[in-house]
């Protein structure tokens, strides 16, 4: 066996077969604990009704308020977090050729969020994505000018985006603070990112944005794998790689904006959730898309889970919860496989 | 007819640096040319403004007709192909994906198929002779290896033109000399090879035509047998260079010629 090539198909169907399995387990854990305890028959039976089916006796109103209500649009949130900052991750990695390519850790990241501190003054909780995701963007294109020569100078490309990165997360706290605090939510929502306030329509706000940047991210699959090969092969095989690189900038702005807006910066998932995929699924991207879009919401549906449940009755915000698990587990994943650094 | 590729008094500059400096040549299909001179004549920067890398900052350089640096990537694309020096270091692909990734210029064309496709790399995997690694990840590869798989990531891309920056420097002299028998075929074929070489035996006994360049000039341009000789290339080179027949191919031989160390 060849270590990190590409993979059968019979081991790819295999990867892909568990990772569903567990996120099916891992969303079903979700429905099931909680601050308030349900039995599992009332969570099938308020489900079961939502698609039509009548199992059962009629659920209470407190269970469907809390199934339906509550931990549902968090969980479709969750997912829908995992799959933006898993996608944006594993495209900018291969963008840029850098495996600490990372939109919160370039600053993409703190940038949405303060549009969308500065997007809830001015509209409420709809103008906290459309600010997100506008500032998402500005900040895509501003880190693109930075960027120009990063053929010779990956290392300066990422000293870059975390400096702008901790600039701009300065800049959420003077968003928060000089506007109405009673109106704007704090600083750590922004920064280390929360699903307590999701709802259906913050979901079906957000949802629009993360399909299209990820149809345009997917759909750069086979460019990406031949930017694997270097940008100047990349080149003579027919990329306008100023361009693209532009596009699945801008596209992963928009992403990770309609996220930032909703739930606020949530670190590391873009960082490991790519390496973890690339171990088990090999560095193309066809597949690597396929297994961020399951381990990404598979990580943070479950980080969520942890997060409202290890300290009931108090929530912790995800954030921490991701970067203790994602932290460690990257730096053995680092010094185990030289190769995810070097 | 016009020629394939068409340099009028190309120059490129970089600050007060004169890389190439007015070169004129056309090559036409079928010819096999190779570029040499010592390090730093601007053998590869030719190349680069050959490949549409790097736009001449006077003269002009056409491929077709058509300058390179303005042409659109996907359409350059199908008209030359790029072989670099060192290519390949840390690529996680296999060797057939990689080859296959030559293929990507030709994905929107009504005439190609995933059965050319396939075909086509193959037909570059054997005649690298590296079919047997088709499975393996290239950054396990040795250089030499690796550079075979990017000769034959070239071949795949299946354009007119073919420019090629130290093929052979990787190799043993067994894949050297295939190498420059497969790029001799490859001319043949219709195509228009140019390569940078440091061999310049190799250059002599395979190309048809052989530009020697010094300081970013073209020295001389002309059949090997034609071109080299002591003169010109110990001037070129810096060192007593002869020019010997080849004992049996009888094309020019380059031997260095500085009297050794007593105790060597």
């Not at chain 1, 596209?251 to 990770?256: I, L, N």
């Not at chain 2, 001319?187 to 190799?202: E, F, I, K």
Request: aromatic content about 4%.
């Amino acid at each position: 066996m060849t270590g990190t090539g590409d993979l059968t198909r019979r081991r790819a169907v295999v990867v892909m077969t568990g990772l569903f399995v567990a996120l099916l387990a891992t969303i079903a854990a979700s429905f099931y604990f909680g601050a308030v305890h349900l039995t599992p028959s009332e969570v099938v039976g308020v489900l079961a009704r939502k698609v039509g089916w009548s199992l059962g006796p009629d659920p209470s109103i407190r269970a469907e308020a809390v199934v339906w209500q509550i931990r549902a649009p968090r969980i479709v949130m969750g997912m829908v977090t995992g799959v933006a900052l898993a996608l944006s991750g594993a495209a900018l990695q291969g963008v840029f050729r850098n495996p600490m390519a990372d939109p919160h850790l370039l600053g993409i990241g703190p940038g949405a969020a303060v549009g969308g501190a500065i997007g809830t003054l001015l509209g409420g909780s709809s103008g906290a994505i459309a600010g997100a995701v506008v500032a998402g963007m500005l900040t895509a294109l501003v880190l693109r000018t930075l960027v120009e020569t990063r053929e010779t100078e990956r290392a300066r490309f990422i000293l870059m985006g975390v400096a702008l990165g901790l600039a701009l997360s300065a800049w959420v706290g003077f968003a928060v603070f000089a506007g109405d605090r009673t109106k704007v939510p704090p600083v750590e929502f922004w920064l280390l990112g929360g699903f307590s306030s999701a709802t259906w329509e913050m979901a079906g706000r957000s949802l629009p944005f993360v399909v299209i940047g990820a149809a345009v991210l997917t759909g750069g699959r086979r460019t990406l794998d031949i930017l694997t090969l270097g940008e100047a092969e990349a080149r003579h095989l027919g990329v306008d790689v100023a361009m693209f690189t532009s596009v699945v900038m801008l596209a992963v702005g928009v992403t990770v904006g309609a996220v930032v807006g909703a739930v606020g910066v949530i670190v590391f998932v873009g960082l490991l959730v790519p390496h973890v995929v690339r171990r088990l699924l090999g560095p193309r991207h066809g597949p690597l898309f396929a297994g961020c879009a399951l381990l990404g919401p598979l990580f943070i549906v479950g980080a969520d889970l942890a997060a409202r449940t290890l300290f009931t009755p108090v929530e912790i915000p995800v954030g921490l919860v991701t970067a203790a698990i994602a932290g460690p587990f990257f730096l053995w994943l680092a010094r185990r496989d030289s190769r995810v650094i070097s | 007819m016009m020629p394939r590729v068409s340099l009028r008094a190309a120059s490129y500059r970089i600050g007060s640096a004169t890389l190439v400096d007015e070169v004129t040549i056309d090559i036409g299909e079928l010819e096999f040319v190779s570029v040499v001179g010592p390090n730093g004549a601007g053998k590869s920067t030719l190349l680069r403004l050959v490949a549409g890398d790097l736009r001449p900052s006077a003269g002009s350089v056409t491929l077709d007709g058509a300058a390179p640096s303005d042409m659109r990537p996907e359409v350059l694309a199908l008209v030359r192909s790029v072989l670099r020096p060192d290519a390949g270091g840390g690529i996680p692909f296999t060797v057939r994906t990689v080859v296959s990734l030559g293929r990507h210029p030709h994905r929107r064309e009504q005439t190609n198929s995933a059965a050319r496709d396939a075909a086509v790399v193959e037909e570059a995997l054997a005649a690298t002779e590296i079919a047997h690694l088709a499975d393996r990840v290239v950054s396990t590869l040795s250089t030499g290896e690796r550079t075979r798989v990017a000769i034959a990531r070239v071949l795949a891309q299946d354009t007119p033109i073919v420019l090629l920056d130290e093929p052979t420097t990787a190799l043993d002299l067994g894949h050297q000399e295939a190498t420059m028998a497969l790029l001799h075929g490859v001319a043949r074929q219709g195509r228009t090879v140019v390569a940078v070489l440091h061999d310049v035996n190799a250059a002599a006994a395979y190309t048809d035509r052989i530009v020697v360049m010094d300081r970013g000039r073209v020295r001389a341009s002309g059949r090997p047998a034609d071109v080299l000789d002591d003169a010109l290339l110990s001037e070129v080179y810096r060192e007593p260079i002869r020019v010997v027949p080849h004992p049996f191919r009888g094309s020019p031989m380059v031997l260095a010629s500085r009297p050794l160390p007593k105790d060597a």
